[in-house]
């Protein structure tokens, strides 16, 4: 019984020895620890302009890679502001841009390119560093 009281103890005091490292700010792996947000609710928006009247769609699942927990803070608080460009943007497309892999990975720079401005402007710093569509669907 000994035995198995002192291989508790010692576990209890590893873990709270491993716990007060990081609240210390113990330095990130090599690489930094990589952060996804997803931007949820969906986007869903119409875009460009139809001679036919019929409305076209586009749904996009959209994730952004940040690499540190004061970027992952700084996409949050600004994700109103983040999903106005990006909705903005999609709407603008024409379907043949929507429609093909090289138009939707001129969306995805031009939307990484867009959300970089505003983190810049409202926090002096860049922040994003990749975007990931994790599903694209249109509607035509």
């Not at 990130?28 to 609710?41: A, S």
């Not at 093909?100 to 990484?112: F, P, Q, V």
Request: net charge neutral; hydrophobic share 40%; aromatic share 8%.
């Amino acid at each position: 019984m000994l035995r198995l009281s002192a291989v508790v103890l010692g576990f209890a005091f590893i873990s709270c020895a491993v716990q007060a490292e990081k609240a210390e700010g113990s330095p990130e792996p090599i690489g930094g620890v990589v952060r996804y947000i997803e931007l949820k609710p969906t986007f869903v928006t119409n875009f460009g302009a139809s001679d036919s009247g019929h409305l076209r769609y586009v749904k996009a699942d959209i994730t952004v890679r940040v690499s540190n927990k004061n970027a992952e803070y700084a996409a949050r608080y600004h994700l109103p502001a983040l999903r106005d460009k990006l909705v903005l943007l999609l709407s603008r497309q024409d379907e043949s841009t929507v429609a093909s892999a090289a138009g939707r990975e001129t969306i995805k720079a031009e939307a990484i390119k867009e959300l970089r401005e505003v983190l810049r402007r409202e926090e002096g710093e860049d922040y994003i560093e990749d975007l990931m569509f994790t599903n694209f669907v249109v509607q035509r």
